[in-house]
């Protein structure tokens, strides 16, 4: 039987992410649910009127604090994330990109990581996550949330995922 290679098992935990969208009004999207209608408003609401990328400066690579084998590697990554997060925010404020920051969360609430939703056409997005080193990125169409690769060498998968879909 084969192993997975780490990013395939990274891959796999994306559809379970719960957004939680740090605007007024709050707004929380469970990304394993059927999008509701109310959560479309919610998201005109704060400004996302079109389609748009979710995605993180944090983790390059598909790595997390988690993975550190001692503290001091946890802190130091959490202090880059801190600074490529910064980083990124500055850039899209310069460029008078629209965004509003959202946390990608497991469903647990024990990972969460530090996101932004920015409103760019599905290219631009997909070679900012790329450029930030990530695996994947989430898109909304309008309609539907999808998983996208950027460096992950996936299909992209519209979310929910079907019952069964192991992907």
Known sequence: M???KPDQEKWKQYP???LEFSTAPALRIDLRKPLESEAVEGLRAIGLTG????????NPCGENVE?????????????RNERRTGRLEAELLRRGTTFARVDGVSPDGSYREHCLAILLPED???????????LALFWFDGEAFWLLPAE?????????RAPGDRA
């Open 2 to 4: 084969e192993t997975a």
């Open 16 to 18: 379970n992410t719960v």
């Open 51 to 58: 389609p748009f990328a979710v995605l993180t400066a944090e």
């Open 67 to 79: 993975d550190a084998p001692t503290d001091r590697q946890a802190d130091a990554r959490e202090e």
């Open 124 to 134: 631009q997005a997909v070679e900012l996550a790329k450029q930030l080193d990530q």
């Open 152 to 160: 992950a060498d996936q299909a992209p998968t519209r979310l929910p």
